[in-house]
């Protein structure tokens, strides 16, 4: 029910910063939280950041702790994600995703997803 368009990524050295965002519609999208998931060739997907639109609530993955922040514009019903000390092992395919349910976000298990953004870091 929601749809979601990704921008931002890159190719970045290590110790460097990106910025991710993911702009969502649809007609429920108040309900929505929104997070962030990456892949990396030869692994599998994995949980990485997640936000709830109405009140702001936030998860981490540990292995980005510190590092990375989540963050909304509800006005521009926008979704960011501020990636800083950026390593190499963070190289992966970058999806957004939305899901009426936090709990089921963080799981994994949103409804809706972005097309995906590329980002690179070399050593």
């Known amino acids: 029910q929601v749809q979601l368009v990704q921008s931002g990524g890159g190719l970045v050295q290590a110790g460097g910063s990106l910025r991710l965002s993911c702009a969502a519609s649809?007609?429920?999208?108040?309900?929505?939280?929104m997070g962030w998931f990456r892949q990396a060739p030869g692994k599998e997907r994995e949980f990485v950041a997640a936000?709830?639109?109405?009140?702001?609530?936030?998860d981490y993955a540990d292995s980005i702790m510190g590092r990375f922040t989540a963050s909304r514009d509800n006005g521009e019903n926008t979704m960011s994600l501020q990636m800083s000390r950026l390593q190499p092992e963070d190289t992966a395919v970058y999806y957004c995703?939305?899901?009426?349910?936090?709990?089921?976000?963080?799981?994994?298990?949103?409804?809706?997803w972005g097309q995906g953004t590329q980002v690179t870091v070399s050593s």
């Open positions: 936000i709830s639109w109405k009140d702001g609530t936030t």
């Open positions: 649809g007609r429920t999208f108040s309900n929505y939280a």
């Open positions: 995703a939305a899901d009426l349910s936090f709990n089921a976000l963080v799981r994994g298990l949103g409804g809706s």
